[in-house]
């Protein structure tokens, strides 16, 4: 009976999945569906929730305090939507199915672009999920388990089984045709996963039982995760303007024991920037999603740059994560800014996991609140080869030495869903609550009803209001993302003169771009911040703050 639940309400926000491409791109939840003619952004007739359970004052205290890790991360927040993800702690275990399509004779114009997995390309999928970054096999940057271990500062021990090709009784013609012209374009990809759990997967030729502990960590009767790799090795034409075999991350549902978090893409991603196959870029900002991440550029422009600049993980696949995704996921401790004038100090973030926060009157000692990031972003760990190379020839650099500022904005509201899709907002999580309430369905209403991160870094895809974001950089010069005159949106890929330096200050000008009327997004007064760099070193960079 509790399967059975847990099923009724996977099936429901199932509804509202759908994928497509501009870079690596991940919709799930809201992002992506057709809401029909009644829904048009945050609009829909309704008032957000203005009241957060807040008096827009913000405490001092006598010193500045090192909180504990998120008291809520992804995985509670998804835990208690009743949907699966991957464990973002300990050692997890995802398959990874390298998918054959058999060639049909004569070749169709989908045939002509695949070709059958050569031992090449198996030991290349096994090096860019499994590669360790210091020894010769992986010659090009990081695994996907390398980077995740190194990112979460050891905390996510990522293992994948590659298991033997596996050959879909659907062709490559009918997958395409799937994709294209399905309801939610992921029929393809759901199809095949029927067909894998219907038919089941051998691994050096032996079963290997999906549903056993070994690939449910957590026990929360979700499988946790799986990669599909499809044996399409043309680039150009993946890339073309229909973009099939296209990199998303989605959910599984059916009616048996099986559900999951997956990721697929063509195996000419792993070709992008390495002849060797080693490019994992795409697969790690997907894995990102399978464990709950976002994405931090907008699907409203033709370039990609948003708030970020472009210069994120999960952005446009570039560096390590920031501080507000690992703290998300339960890696890294903030410093909290509580004292009315003091100095702080912080390393590089990617090698030590230091950053501050000074929060509004809306936090509850979680990554799911707003508040100001700080963070000092160097070209050091993860940040070093896409500081070094610029990715695929065209992408910007990652940071040089600098000061981050972000505005984050997570702060979770309770979504009433309809099967259909339409919802509607009742109001945010109270900022005392020590636990996400469960998910409800009110068969009454057909409604359900879950806590959910209201805010997204695509405008139109904002729950509460369209000037809000999930992640802002706070850029010292200029503001990155932003509708011109004519109608059009400004794209700005950063730079460092969006970081600040010694002697740089957070003034007034920032807070005329970014914040309106100096006020965070929930009412907290901002005008009477400084953040103000005394001084800078590779090794760590001080800070005067004053509220």
């Given amino acids: 009976m509790e399967k059975s639940a847990k099923n009724i309400i996977l099936l429901i926000l199932s509804i509202l999945v759908v994928a497509t491409g501009i870079g690596c791109i991940f919709y799930f939840g809201f992002g992506g569906f057709d809401w029909g003619p009644s829904f048009n952004g945050p609009s829909n007739n309704y008032e957000p929730p203005l009241d957060d359970l807040t008096n827009h004052e913000t405490p001092y205290k006598d010193l500045n305090e090192y909180g504990d890790y998120s008291k809520f991360t992804y995985q509670d927040v998804n835990e208690k939507a009743g949907y699966p993800i991957m464990p973002s702690l300990g050692e997890v275990n995802i398959v990874v199915i390298p998918v054959e399509f058999e060639q049909s004779r004569p070749l169709s114009s989908v045939d002509r672009h695949m070709r059958d997995f050569t031992e090449e390309d198996l030991n290349a999928i096994n090096v860019a999920f499994n590669?360790?970054?210091?020894?010769?096999?992986?010659?090009?940057?990081?695994?996907?388990s390398s980077f995740y271990y190194e990112s979460s500062f050891s905390k996510l021990d990522l293992n994948f089984d590659i298991v033997d090709p596996f050959t879909p009784e659907i062709s490559a013609s009918e997958f395409v045709e799937y994709e294209r012209h399905g309801e939610t374009g992921i029929e393809g990809s759901s199809e095949i996963l029927r067909e894998v759990f219907s038919e089941g997967l051998t691994m050096?030729?032996?079963?290997?039982?999906?549903?056993?502990?070994?690939?449910?960590?957590?026990?929360?009767?979700?499988?946790d995760g799986i990669w599909m790799i499809y044996n399409c090795f043309d680039t150009e034409y993946v890339e073309s303007k229909t973009q099939p075999f296209?990199?998303?991350?989605?959910?599984?549902?059916?009616?048996?024991?099986?559900?999951?978090r997956y990721a697929n893409c063509a195996l000419s991603f792993l070709y992008n920037d390495s002849p060797k196959g080693y490019d994992a870029h795409t697969?790690?900002?997907?894995?990102?999603?399978?464990?709950?991440?976002?994405?931090?550029y907008s699907y409203e422009n033709d370039y990609n740059f948003g708030y970020l600049g472009g210069i994120d993980m999960m952005d446009l696949n570039i560096g390590d994560h920031n501080a507000f995704s690992k703290y998300a996921l339960g890696w890294v401790k903030p410093q909290i800014v509580y004292e009315k004038e003091s100095t702080i100090t912080l390393r590089p973030s990617a090698t030590s996991g230091d950053f501050a926060i000074i929060p509004s009157s809306y936090f509850n000692d979680s990554a799911f609140g707003e508040y100001l990031l700080l963070e000092y972003k160097t070209r050091d760990g993860l940040n070093a080869l896409d500081g070094n190379k610029s990715y695929r020839g065209g992408y910007p650099l990652?940071?040089?030495?600098?000061?981050?500022?972000?505005?984050?904005?997570?702060?979770?509201?309770?979504?009433?869903?309809?099967?259909?899709?339409?919802?509607?907002?009742?109001?945010y999580l109270d900022v005392e609550d020590d636990e996400i309430p469960s998910a409800s369905y009110d068969y009454e209403k057909?409604?359900?009803?879950?806590?959910?991160?209201?805010?997204?870094?695509?405008?139109?895809?904002?729950?509460?209001?369209?000037?809000?974001?999930?992640?802002?950089?706070?850029?010292?010069?200029?503001t990155l993302y932003r509708e011109r005159e004519d109608g059009d949106v400004s794209n700005e890929g950063l730079t460092n003169v969006d970081l600040y330096r010694e002697g740089n200050s957070f003034s007034s000008k920032q807070l005329d771009r970014y914040f309106s009327e100096g006020y965070f997004n929930n009412g907290t007064p901002i005008n009477n911040i400084t953040i103000e760099v005394t001084s800078m070193t590779d090794d760590e960079i001080k800070l005067y703050i004053k509220r």
């Avoid at 590669?131 to 996907?144: A, I």
């Avoid at 697969?283 to 931090?296: A, F, V």
Wanted: charged content about 20%.
């Fill in 131 to 144: 590669g360790e970054s210091d020894q010769s096999g992986n010659e090009y940057w990081e695994s996907v």
């Fill in 446 to 478: 057909d409604e359900y009803k879950t806590y959910l991160v209201a805010n997204s870094n695509t405008p139109g895809y904002n729950a509460i209001d369209e000037d809000y974001a999930l992640i802002k950089l706070v850029s010292r010069s200029r």
């Fill in 246 to 260: 296209w990199a998303y991350t989605t959910n599984y549902v059916s009616n048996s024991d099986y559900s999951t």
């Fill in 204 to 223: 050096n030729g032996e079963p290997i039982d999906l549903l056993s502990n070994r690939y449910d960590i957590n026990n929360d009767d979700y499988i």
């Fill in 398 to 427: 990652t940071f040089d030495n600098g000061l981050a500022i972000y505005h984050v904005d997570a702060r979770l509201a309770l979504h009433s869903i309809t099967q259909s899709g339409r919802y509607y907002i009742d109001s």
């Fill in 283 to 296: 697969l790690i900002h997907e894995t990102g999603h399978i464990l709950g991440l976002d994405d931090y």
